[in-house]
């Protein structure tokens, strides 16, 4: 990696210079002046960079050389599933027939768009055990809340106006109650037992007549499966709530089991991790939820079904509404159709097997030098603690930085909330065997490291394009800004 | 499997290394009655020539806007992309990274979101925008939901003559906060907002009023009664406005908006059939900027005093403060608001302002010829900037399947909102003069 800061675009300028030309103006024109009154014309010019084609080219190949990628190396980050993109799938998206068509035009012309999104709405409906599918969601988040409004539809539709809270464990995501908030329900937290799942019993106590629904990860940000997945779904159904899947993980269970056959009623996919859509640098993603039968009159639209031959839009008969623009991100989740497409149901289950395969091999090998806090078999990612390197003061941290010194990019640090110095590592299915030691060797060394030269770690990184940047000042006074 | 690269001598090392004889017995935590027995009812799987040639197949069934002419905009818009977008955002470095958490080896990400905000600022004439929202219609929901909580108040004020499916997705975010809507209607002579209606207002418990700049009709607002009334009465100033009309137009900055949102998908994304585009979010004021929703890259320096950029003001989001979150948003549109960014880069002040303006011309240059056609009036007297309606007592729709049997994409029929007769029509700087004269000369065909 360059070890050196560059410059921004804004400071690259030199007034006049030109980087892309339109065609010459062919219609007679009109003075600005009689078409747009003066008083609505821009006066403050804004400051846009004057640079060359070749100055953006360098420019953002150089910014390119200092940024950590899948396609540059191991990227472990736990719960984010960061496994190769295919890249036959770029080509695919940017065919013109795809790329280049608009919302607007008549059915009956983008009839190739439509059937692709109805078969890839079936086969996420095939592969969660439900029923129907939408494609609006932008991002898992995103699907959160559209299956929160749905599990809120659900019951004010039946008149059953009272439910005002939903149930979330102590080890869920953030954006699990910051959804929550989004859309007006309470959250009450249940806690994690000494298995690291829900703990059942408490559970219990927790339900009654103004649950809403229950919102589980499983296998859960452990990384764990959670066992008692059955009676979860029955303590909740029981008191009249629905469980939603956030599908975070569900890259440990393809074509194992399916969130249907668990109990749950919605589920969000994040294409982006499961189905391998590239993250390109925090989004695009696609997050699609699926649900019931009985539920799908709430589904937020418009959706696609299938009449007479012809594919045509549609908006659920109770729909909660629209919740963005359009029809989602098309071109994110056409990947994900086309991931499926080339793996098929023995490649998907592969894909699961393989994956918690390699964690369960990176587990084991590391569970020496590091404190393992659940002890049992994991899924397709599990968490350590650094907290036996502590007593050399070290933390979890300087252990993540001191990765980046070895040229990998570190775990997901400090979550979930629930266990202590937390270090979660997904290795995922597409990496070779190969470079799964070499990590392990990198992370026992650095264990070594902690014990006998921990400067090494609380002073990492080193050989990185920067040292340890100033959060703290960052945040205080804040500059989101260049200005001239 | 393609992209598995595990070998079978491999796998049973790592079996050995676990002690176990086959990998069914990692999951043995499932219970077994809810485990699968039999294969997922999916197709088999593809080798990669099958599945482009699929997917050459179903792109085929689209009639795409390479091959035909298109006068549709409101809201995703056929402006010219410059080559070098594609290439610069295929680089793996950018499109196989994630969200920068680790700053010290994110730094081109990092950089280049700190540059998207600054050039989101400078066109919007705003103090900062956040790293980008999933599209304009999410963003202004979130800018309204933003304004509630800056002012505790929970009135929300839309005008009729918003993008009617921006509409929709504010009202599907604000129902679920029990925040109300009041409407705005517009003037049928001007199509513009109705200034005696603002009268029927109390603005005492206003949170903000929203105004899209041009509005959906392609026409511009006003905007000065309304920030008026609204910011006298403590509420804000809330401006949805066409990135591309910033070239020309008045900066809400210098208007005095509070919050800025659109859609980003006009400066350099491809259509993509309505997505990912990206919605982009601006604002002013220490204390608005520490409420905004999403992520944010701030300047900073490293151990060694060196620049540098990480997130911050980080105890807005959803990771650090959960459900008391400014927002909930995770994943936003990094790699589409990187195009943004390339975008106005390589088009720089000149370019930048040449695509309004020559947009501007050729829109005007097809409504003057399209008022030649008998029978076609325009029905709004304000001015218009792109986009422009055209009314028409004919069945546009039907209209629309004859013009596509000759290669053209017509206007969007407005008869799917209510508005029979109408048709809106957007012109960008892509469209050629010969296009629009062989589309008049067919349009009048068929109107005729």
């Not at chain 1, 539709?157 to 080890?171: L, V």
């Not at chain 2, 520490?290 to 300047?299: C, D, K, L, N, S």
Request: include cysteine.
């Amino acid at each position: 990696m360059i070890n050196k800061t560059i410059p921004l675009i804004f400071e690259r300028s030199t007034p006049g210079r030109l980087g892309y030309q339109l065609p010459n103006l062919d219609v007679p024109e009109i003075p600005v002046s009689e078409l747009i009154p003066e008083e609505y014309l821009r006066v403050e010019e804004p400051e846009l960079p004057e640079v060359s084609e070749l100055e953006v080219v360098r420019h953002y190949t150089q910014l390119s050389r200092i940024n950590y990628a899948v396609d540059v190396g191991f990227y472990p980050l736990g719960s984010c599933t960061m496994k190769y993109n295919p890249r036959v799938h770029e080509d695919l998206a940017a065919l013109p027939g795809f790329a280049n068509i608009h919302p607007y035009q008549p059915e009956s012309s983008v009839q190739g768009a439509l059937e692709l999104m109805y078969n890839l709405g079936k086969h996420l409906a095939t592969i969660s055990g439900l029923e129907a599918t939408t494609l609006q969601p932008a991002a898992g988040a995103h699907g959160e809340l559209a299956g929160l409004m749905v599990i809120k539809a659900y019951h004010t539709h039946r008149g059953d106006g009272q439910r005002t809270e939903i149930i979330i464990p102590d080890s869920a995501h953030g954006t699990n109650p910051a959804s929550c908030a989004m859309v007006g329900y309470n959250v009450v937290e249940v806690p994690s037992n000494e298995r690291g799942a829900v703990d059942v019993e408490v559970l219990k106590g927790l339900v009654g007549p103004k649950t809403a629904g229950l919102m589980l990860t499983n296998p859960n940000t452990l990384g764990l499966f959670d066992e008692n997945i059955a009676d979860i779904a029955e303590i909740v159904h029981d008191a009249g709530g629905l469980l939603y899947y956030d599908g975070a993980n569900a890259n440990a269970i393809l074509g194992i089991v399916r969130p249907g056959d668990m109990g749950f009623d919605v589920v969000h996919y994040n294409l982006h991790k499961t189905f391998s859509t590239p993250h390109g640098g925090g989004g695009p993603g696609a997050g699609p939820i699926v649900v019931s039968e009985e539920l799908a009159q709430f589904l937020p639209g418009p959706v696609v079904h299938k009449d007479a031959g012809c594919y045509c839009f549609s908006m659920p008969e109770h729909s909660v509404g629209r919740i963005c623009s359009f029809y989602g991100n098309f071109l994110v989740y056409l990947k994900a159709y086309a991931y499926i497409l080339s793996h098929g149901s023995d490649g998907l289950r592969a894909v699961s097997e393989t994956a918690v395969l390699h964690a369960n091999y990176m587990m084991r090998s590391l569970q020496e030098y590091y404190h393992l806090p659940y002890d049992r078999i994991c899924m397709h990612e599990f968490v350590l603690s650094g907290k036996w390197q502590r007593e050399y003061g070290v933390r979890t941290l300087d252990i993540a930085k001191r990765l980046l010194d070895y040229g990998y990019h570190a775990p997901t640090v400090y979550f979930p909330l629930n266990v202590e110095e937390a270090i979660m590592i997904e290795p995922t299915e597409t990496e070779p065997k190969s470079t799964m030691d070499e990590f392990i060797e990198v992370m026992r060394k650095i264990a070594k490291e902690a014990k006998d030269n921990p400067e090494l770690l609380t002073s990492a990184p080193q050989n990185t394009p920067l040292k340890r940047l100033d959060e703290a000042t960052a945040a205080r006074k804040p500059i989101l800004r260049w200005s001239k | 499997m393609r992209y598995l690269p595990l070998t079978s001598e491999e796998k049973q090392e790592m079996l050995k290394t676990l002690g176990i004889e086959s990998v069914q017995e990692l999951f043995e935590d499932i219970p077994g009655d809810m485990r699968l027995k039999e294969d997922l009812d999916l197709p088999k799987g593809l080798s990669e020539a099958e599945l482009v040639r699929h997917f050459h197949e179903l792109a085929e069934k689209n009639a795409n806007l390479t091959s035909n002419v298109s006068f549709l905009g409101a809201g995703s818009y056929d402006h010219l992309i410059p080559s070098i977008i594609k290439h610069i955002v295929g680089r793996g470095e950018f499109l196989t990274a994630y969200t920068p958490y680790q700053a010290e080896i994110s730094q081109g990400v990092l950089q280049s979101i700190f540059e998207y905000q600054t050039l989101i600022a400078e066109i919007t004439g705003m103090e900062a925008a956040n790293a980008s929202m999933y599209d304009g219609a999410s963003a202004l929901a979130e800018a309204c939901l933003m304004a509630c909580a800056a002012t505790r108040r929970e009135v929300v004020v839309l005008p009729r003559n918003l993008h009617p499916e921006w509409e929709q997705v504010v009202r599907t975010y604000l129902e679920n906060q029990n925040v109300s809507i009041t409407y705005l209607a517009f003037d049928p002579k001007t199509g513009i907002i109705d200034l005696p209606s603002l009268e029927n207002i109390d603005w005492d418990e206003v949170a903000c009023a929203v105004v899209q700049q041009p509005n959906f009709f392609g026409l511009m607002e006003n905007i000065k009664p309304v920030k008026k009334l609204v910011q006298e009465h403590g509420g804000l100033l809330v401006m949805a406005v066409d990135p591309i009309s910033l070239g020309l137009l008045k900066s809400p900055g210098e208007l005095g908006a509070d919050i800025v949102v659109g859609d980003g998908q006009s400066l350099g994304n491809s259509m993509g059939f309505g997505g990912p585009s990206l919605g982009f979010f601006a604002t002013r004021g220490n204390k608005l900027i520490r409420r905004m929703p999403g992520r944010v890259v701030g300047e900073t320096v490293d151990e060694d005093g060196r620049r540098g950029f990480v997130l911050t003001l980080q105890t807005r989001e959803q990771h650090i403060r959960r459900e008391k979150a400014t927002s909930n948003i995770c994943s936003n549109q990094a790699l589409n608001a990187t195009i943004s960014a390339i975008y106005l880069s390589v088009l720089g002040k000149k370019g930048f302002s040449d695509v309004a303006h020559q947009s501007l011309q050729k829109a005007h240059y097809l409504k003057q010829r399209l008022l030649q056609i008998p029978g076609l009036s325009s029905p709004f007297s304000a001015p218009s900037f792109k986009e422009f309606v055209i009314k028409g007592a004919v069945n546009w729709e039907e209209i629309n399947l004859r013009l596509l049997d000759q290669g053209f994409l017509g206007g969007l029929s407005l008869a799917r909102y209510g508005l029979y007769d109408l048709v809106l029509f957007s012109v960008t700087e892509a469209r050629t003069k010969e296009e629009m004269d062989n589309f008049v000369n067919v349009l009048g065909g068929l109107v005729g």
